[in-house]
Nanobody, 115 residues
Framework: QVQLVESGGGLVQPGGSLRLSCAAS????????MGWYRQAPGKQRESVAS???????NYADSVTGRFTISRDNAKNTMYLQMNSLSPEDTAVYYC?????????WGQGTQVTVSS
């Protein structure tokens, strides 16, 4: 069973930056895709960014140009660099990983953008 652990969340002022990490308990190179979702209070969970095993990335319109997804296979870790943060980005951020048979989720990390 793969475990995903997010870190890097916290409180940041509008316009600031954060980098989220998602560390996997096993090799991430075998996953078909990995990515990030977020859920704001009172809202449905929404896709933020994803990356296929081949490196193809996809972003929500609301974060395009501000967020960058990446991964380090040697460290079995995926990242989400978030720049120009706004209060609308406040949410719990979850990483996920898709294998042939399963989808795995992390426990989430809180990101709060506030002055």
């Amino acid at each position: 069973q793969v475990q995903l652990v997010e870190s890097g969340g916290g409180l940041v002022q509008p316009g600031g930056s954060l980098r989220l990490s998602c560390a996997a308990s096993g090799s991430i190179s075998s996953f078909n895709a990995m990515g990030w979702y977020r859920q704001a209070p009172g809202k449905q969970r929404e896709s933020v960014a994803s990356m296929t095993r081949g490196g193809i990335t996809n972003y929500a319109d609301s974060v395009t140009g501000r967020f960058t997804i990446s991964r380090d296979n040697a460290k079995n870790t995926m990242y989400l660099q978030m720049n120009s943060l706004s209060p609308e980005d406040t949410a719990v951020y979850y990483c996920f990983a898709v294998s042939l048979l399963n989808t795995f989720w992390g426990q989430g990390t809180q990101v709060t953008v506030s002055s």
